[in-house]
């Protein structure tokens, strides 16, 4: 499965290359502009993040969480992403929406990461790799195909209203056939950040405290 997606996104980029270059850009634009944020939180905010992040750190390793409750809130929150996404791509008017949606990922990760090692510096790395970086390393690249899928089928749909030739069925059947394999390491990115993510962040709370 991992070497078929691989394959898919090596096609996808030879063809749709523009599109990855626009979604990538304004991925790093949501990130930097997460990053910038976290430097113009005011002293009183930052305090009250970081004492917050103190508490929860502190308990961390006692935290028992209903594995099958979590897994569920996961899913469906990834999940109604890629398919709000898959969505939008069916309509021109959902271009914008969609590279909102990749700036607005790119915005919450960089303003994670960059929060957590600034208040705790190599600390907040440790903890960054445990509980940020293991189920995005499947999420991020999984949502970054399905927005430059649903950007390169709604461009698609709009050369459609000025060339009635352009042929719409069959990139939709690989367009849909695309979203259903990044629903699936969506799914993959959930079971990471449910069953395996909470053993990362305790034996970081255990380093931390």
């Known amino acids: ?23 990538l850009v304004l991925f790093a634009i949501g990130i930097a502009a997460g990053s910038l944020s976290v430097q ?6 930052a305090q009250e993040l970081s004492i917050y992040l103190d ?12 594995s099958v409750k979590a897994l569920q809130d996961v899913l469906y929150s990834d999940i109604t992403v890629i398919l709000a996404v898959y969505l939008l791509g069916l309509t021109v008017i959902g271009i914008p929406v969609i590279l909102g949606i990749i700036f607005t990922r790119g915005f919450v990760l960089g303003y994670t990461v960059c929060f957590l090692a600034m208040e705790k510096s190599l600390q907040g790395i440790i903890l960054a790799c445990a509980a940020v970086l293991p189920q995005n390393i499947i999420l991020v690249p999984a949502l970054i195909m399905a927005g430059v899928a649903s950007l390169s089928f709604a461009v698609l749909l709009a050369r459609r209203f000025n060339n009635s030739k352009v042929v719409i069925w069959p990139n939709f059947v690989a367009y849909s056939g695309l979203i259903l394999i990044v629903l699936v390491f969506s799914a993959a990115a959930g079971l990471v950040e449910v069953y395996f993510t909470p053993w990362l962040v305790k034996l970081a709370a255990n380093y931390m405290f």
């Open 40 to 45: 113009r939180l005011q002293a009183e905010q």
């Open 55 to 66: 508490q929860f750190m502190a308990q961390a390793g006692l935290i028992e969480v209903d």
């Open 1 to 23: 499965m991992g070497r078929k997606f691989l394959s898919l996104w090596a096609d996808s980029l030879r063809q749709s290359w523009p599109a990855y270059l626009a979604v």
